[in-house]
């Protein structure tokens, strides 16, 4: 992880390798998601999509604000709906609207970002 076990500045949020992969995870998700069936636009599609853009808003929030034991538990937070997502993904794959190739990119990238995001939370925690 490049610079990223220290509490970024306010703003900096953006230079974070792990902001940035959830960021791309997320387009992908609206992808994705935008071609399963109209009739699951606010149940699962919805769904995916939120805990999806959870993930790269909650690396932001509270950056630089209140201090390391908030945006550890924003990390937190993050990585809660990284797991939602990962789930809500098996269940779209389990019903028919995710083919496993997708899957699996789509399972790839939330692991990366899951093992950033835990490695970033146990350096700020050891910080403490």
Not at 18 to 32: D, F, G, R
Not at 46 to 52: D, F, I
Not at 60 to 71: H, L, M, Q, S
Request: aromatic share 6%; glycine share 8%.
């Amino acid at each position: 992880m490049t610079g990223e076990p220290s509490l970024p500045r306010a703003g900096k949020y953006r230079d974070l390798l792990v902001w940035q992969k959830s960021m791309t995870l997320v387009t992908a998700i609206y992808n994705e998601s935008n071609t399963w069936p109209r009739t699951e636009q606010f149940g699962l599609v919805s769904q995916t999509q939120r805990a999806g853009v959870s993930i790269p808003a909650n690396i932001a929030e509270d950056n630089g604000r209140n201090g390391r034991k908030e945006y550890v538990h924003h990390l937190g937070i993050a990585r809660g709906s990284l797991h939602e997502l990962e789930t809500l993904l098996e269940i779209a794959h389990n019903i028919g609207y995710v083919q496993r190739e997708p899957l699996e990119v789509l399972s790839d990238q939330c692991s990366e970002i899951g093992r950033m995001l835990s490695g970033m939370i146990r350096s700020l925690s050891d910080q403490q």
